[in-house]
């Protein structure tokens, strides 16, 4: 079965090769990013930004709370040692004048016999009574003016808390935390646990910036919007294998016969089949400055034809035409065929086709004659023509080129005009290399108005299907 719709609108050939120089400068941009660096670390941060762990880490970092930290409670035991009374009461007396003069009468003669008297008279089971010079000498040496200021400052509160927390670690311990409080550390630890806006300090967070610039460059953007463009997609599997744009004037003959394959092989001469009332002279090819042109017109000429009774024969034709062929230089089973041509509205058969060594299977991308245009016609091995289509609307063949496409896979075979599809089969698809071939030409007298007819092609271009492996378009 076969799907051609003729309420479809064929866009303006202009319109076709706008999209198309579109399509070139999106190719080159894909490729150009796709090879990229760029891309290349962008994957490498996206799936890094995307991945657990950086979720995950930047969950804990957005969650983290000061007065839930170590920072915290070492600050706190800070603060409460500052507001400690004994502890400043023995920084207090630590670098004050009294311990000055306090440690110095404790070196003095004074000192040492009010401490060892002190130590008799404070002995359990001491009597003064028994021992009246000792307790005398203490009572003395207590009225001693430095004597009795030293105990008069040692009964002192602020001195008392002194001599407490000397006889602790304290000091040591709140001298190492005052030296933690002011490091850059704890200072740096701090204000980050502080900073509301502490992620963007970090350095995923640079990540994350980066990873989002890349993310909304427009490069960047359109080389992920064209994985997803189904046109894009279709074009890019395309390899290009053959190409003519006929510049120069002169036929590449590395590239083009210009009779029938037969004749090329066996004859190294032109002829006619059947019933062709033309035949097809390399003269009849012309050159403008940017295509070529196959003329049909009015001419007497005796030259061979094929009997298939008789083998080759000689007749006078009335006509002579031009055709061109890839049946020495390109073959090619599945593949994207098309042409830029440009047509005349006549009853002389112009087309555009595909065929092997055989007359059947062939196919015929475009047919232009007294019945119009048309497209999508198949001829089975067995000569049964399939898929014919009626002629085509919005088509003015004297005034424009237009670009005649065939795609041909395993699965379908689409046509097209100016891109726009006009047929599209599943079924009887031929599976042979077939070379491409364009001709003028009749089996019945034309018209007198329809002579001297003309084809004119600006380009050919012929692609295959690109081996998976090494596809452009890679979706991820």
Known sequence: MGLFSRSKKVRTTA????????????????????????LKRFYELDEYVNSPVFKNKRKQIEHLRYKESEYYNREKDYKKLLKAEKLKNYYLIKESQELQGYLKV??????????????IVTTPGFDKKLRPEEYMAY??????????????????????????????????????????????????????????????????????????????????????????????????????????TFRGGSLNEQKWITRYYAGERFLNDTYGVGNDVQLFLPENISFTEKSVQLNFKKEQIIGKYWDAS??????????????????????????????????????????????????????????????????GKIYTSKGKVVNEIMPLKDIHLSNDFYIFTLEWTREKMVWMVNDTVVKEVHENIPDIPMYVFFRLGCNQEPGGKCVPSRMEIEWVRFYKMKEEKGADVKLK
Request: glycine content about 4%; aromatic content about 12%; overall charge positive.
């Open 15 to 38: 319109d076709a090769e706008t999209l198309r120089k579109v399509f070139d400068e999106d190719y080159a941009l894909y490729r150009k990013v796709g090879e990229s660096d760029d």
């Open 106 to 119: 404790k070196e003095t003669d004074e000192y040492a016999q009010y401490a060892r008297l002190r130590v």
């Open 139 to 244: 009572r003395n040496i207590v009225a001693h003016p430095k004597v009795k200021a030293l105990i008069l400052f040692e009964k002192n509160k602020k001195f008392r808390h002194y001599a407490e927390v000397k006889a602790t670690t304290l000091p040591q311990e709140f001298e190492k935390l005052t030296a933690y409080i002011k490091s850059d550390e704890f200072r740096k630890n701090r204000e980050y646990l502080l900073n509301k806006r502490r992620y963007e300090t970090t350095d995923d967070y640079k990540l994350l910036c980066e990873y989002e610039a890349l993310k909304k460059r427009p490069d960047i953007v359109k080389y992920f919007s064209l994985q997803s463009d189904v046109h894009f997609k279709n074009m890019c599997r395309w390899e290009p294998v053959f190409e003519d």
């Open 310 to 375: 008789l083998g080759i024969r000689e007749k006078k034709y009335e006509y002579t035409s031009a055709a061109l062929s890839t049946a020495c230089a390109f073959r090619q089973c599945f593949g994207r065929f098309e042409a830029k041509i440009k047509l005349n509205h006549s009853s002389v058969v112009q087309c555009f086709g595909m065929r092997g060594d055989r007359d059947m299977p062939h196919i015929e991308i475009m047919r232009s004659g007294a019945n119009g245009l048309q497209m």
